[in-house]
């Protein structure tokens, strides 16, 4: 059975993490529930995609309060959810995020339980998509983080987000590491060749690209605000024909992850780690045993190169980041594209 919790988020600016969510949830081709837990709100999707649709107080704040009341969470994720839209064989749910931003700072003690409920929803056969906006200062919920089994950062591919990136990888890796937990991360391109190439983007941070989206304004425009009743319409669009290739890249993807795994359970199969670093086994491994409670969650190791990664000059002009933090080292000459650029 696939398994799949799938979290989206940035690094800066607004590169599209709700419309890229929303996108691959309308093509995702299974169950699939959509949680809007951007912690700035917003209540776009309601508001645009949803056609101004009235959630009758269904959302995040409800399922804190079913929390306090000490409801069981897995059934509460589906109660506080409104339909997004169903097919012949698929059926799609939103969970409506924060109505006010002084909600967030009390919410602190229900991600744990929203986290484990998504995860129970993902193994009853209802894969979850996680809109989780901007990384921000403190950064994405911890216990969301934990239990993903992909972050993928949206990200255009100017100069400026690219640097925030770079900015906000370490802390994110970090928070990967100390959650315990098994995520991949990856990238997800928007509008690659303005001006760097998604090639040129994943040399540079080391960090598959698993999708591209064209730069389609008016595509995102016409899926944000208001298309609920125009998917048909959409569907041939070019920013949902990219959607619907990463989406089923990525149901692929948790697929085959979800075979190994199993396979690696069956009877502890797999190199066998050393007991005192648990941390040195594969992730495959590791999900098996942690999965049938032999082993806590032990982290990820972290990828080479992360801090004290050297930006290639072809991004970075010299002096922008500091050899500190990765950047140019004294004496580098600019190194000119054949665009001009430096």
């Not at 002084?102 to 602190?108: E, K």
């Not at 809109?131 to 100069?159: E, F, K, N, Q």
């Not at 050393?274 to 086994?281: G, H, Q, R």
């Amino acid at each position: 059975m696939i398994v799949a919790v799938l979290l989206f988020c940035s690094a800066h600016g607004a590169p599209g993490v709700t419309t890229t969510a929303l996108a691959c949830a309308l093509t995702w081709p299974a169950d699939v529930l959509l949680a809007d837990c951007d912690r700035d709100p917003s209540q776009a999707v309601l508001a645009g995609y949803l056609q101004g649709t009235d959630a009758g107080g269904r959302g995040l704040a409800a399922l804190a309060q079913a929390h306090r009341d000490g409801l069981d969470l897995v059934g509460e994720v589906r109660t506080q959810s409104v339909p997004l839209g169903d097919d012949s064989t698929t059926r799609r749910w939103f969970l409506p995020g924060f109505t006010h931003a002084s909600s967030v700072a009390w919410f602190a003690p229900v991600w744990p339980g929203l986290a484990e409920a998504m995860a129970e929803r993902a193994r009853l056969g209802c894969d979850v998509i996680v809109d989780g906006g901007r990384i921000g200062r403190d950064g994405l919920p911890g216990p969301l983080v934990a239990r993903a089994d992909r972050v993928a950062v949206v990200v255009r591919s100017s100069l400026p987000d690219l640097a925030a990136l770079r900015l906000a990888l370490p802390d994110l890796r970090s928070a990967l590491a100390d959650g315990g937990g098994f995520a991949q991360l990856g990238l997800v391109v928007v509008g690659p060749g303005r001006p760097y190439t998604e090639r040129e983007i994943a040399a540079q941070f080391r960090l598959p690209v698993w999708g591209v989206l064209p730069w389609a304004p008016k595509d995102a425009a016409l899926l944000a605000d208001g298309a609920g009743t125009q998917t048909a319409r959409l569907a041939d669009r070019p920013l949902l024909r990219a959607a619907r290739a990463l989406a089923s890249s990525m149901f692929a993807a948790a697929a085959s992850e979800a075979d190994r795994v199993g396979q690696a359970g069956v009877a502890g199969t797999g190199p066998s780690p050393n007991p005192e670093d648990p941390a040195s086994a594969s992730p495959i491994w590791r999900r098996a045993q942690v999965r049938d409670g032999r082993l806590a969650g032990a982290g990820v190791p972290r990828r080479p190169g992360e801090p004290g990664q050297r930006w290639g000059r072809r991004l970075l002009r010299p002096g922008l980041i500091t050899s500190e933090e990765g950047g140019p080292r004294a004496g580098d000459a600019p190194e000119r594209t054949g665009a001009g650029r430096v």
